[in-house]
């Protein structure tokens, strides 16, 4: 099984410096590294980037809509994004889910959006600051996997990558510990072993997002259910990322 890394760009960089910074990185990864290796950056940029990839690096688009082709003013489809070079879409993400309204419902239609047209899946969960506190935590992860994964089937979840990302985590310099995120991880790794069948499970990717950066990649990527990382504030900065991709390569 391959080890996962992305970087998820969010809403930063304009053109000229984000081009840069992919240049940056793709400087810093030789063809040997065995995971792979993703950069999201925004939207407008990524026919220009699918284009511009060379190497390892893989792009992804940060979302796509739930929708075929229409009247659907503003919305970009999933072969759409395919029809550009793009391989990947992050689907999702705790920003998109409080601030878009993107309900379950719209996530399991994305997913099978995505699914439909070929392209792979970085798939998030992950629990408010609430949830932890109450130590609900579980069931809030496994509910919103359920809503997503549930009638799929085994073939489709080797197009999914799990990332967990627990939203008091992300943005905020607060890290899960090792012990957490190894938790969370194995306690999915079981739920799907359950849903599906161990061996789907045993090789499916379940990275972690979330203050993840080169301080603490080494002792999250050594947990044995951690599969790599999707990463926020330290994609934006090659150094770093390229440290992060390091830690991972030699876990
Ligand atoms: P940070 O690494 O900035 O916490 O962001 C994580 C994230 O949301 C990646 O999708």
Same mark, same amino acid.
């Given at each position: ?125 992950? #629990? &408010? ?12 992860? *496994?509910? +919103?996997? !359920? =809503? @997503? ?15 967990? #990302? &627990? ?12 012990? *957490?995120? +190894?938790? !969370? =991880? @194995? ?65």
């Amino acid at each position: 099984m391959k080890n996962v890394i992305a970087g998820n760009w969010k809403s930063n960089k304009l053109m000229a410096e984000a081009l840069r910074l992919m240049k940056e990185i793709e400087s810093g990864l030789t063809s040997e590294i065995s995971a792979e290796v993703i950069i999201a950056p925004p939207a407008p940029y990524l026919s220009a980037f699918a284009s511009e990839a060379k190497g390892v690096l893989q792009i992804a688009s940060q979302q796509c809509s739930a929708t075929g082709s229409g009247a659907f003013t503003g919305e970009f489809t999933a072969a759409m994004l395919g029809s550009c070079g793009v391989k990947w879409v992050i689907i999702g993400h705790s920003e998109r889910r409080e601030g878009y309204g993107e309900t379950d419902n719209v996530i399991r239609k994305k997913l099978r959006a995505a699914l439909d047209s070929g392209l792979q899946v970085l798939l998030c969960c992950g #629990e &408010p600051l609430e949830v932890r506190e109450s130590e609900t935590h579980f069931d809030w992860v *496994q509910n +919103q996997l !359920m =809503h @997503a994964l549930s009638g799929l089937s085994n073939s489709a979840l080797e197009s999914i990558v799990i990332a967990y #990302e &627990p939203i008091w985590a992300i943005g905020t310099g607060k890290t899960a510990s090792a012990g *957490q995120a +190894q938790e !969370m =991880h @194995a306690f999915i790794r079981n739920w799907l072993s359950i849903c599906f069948d161990r061996s789907t499970a045993r090789g499916c990717r379940i990275i972690y997002g979330g203050s993840c950066k080169p301080s603490n990649a080494d002792d999250l990527f050594a947990q044995p259910d951690v599969n790599g990382g999707l990463i926020g504030g330290a994609s934006l900065n090659a150094a770093d990322f390229i440290a992060i991709v390091t830690a991972l390569e030699n876990r």
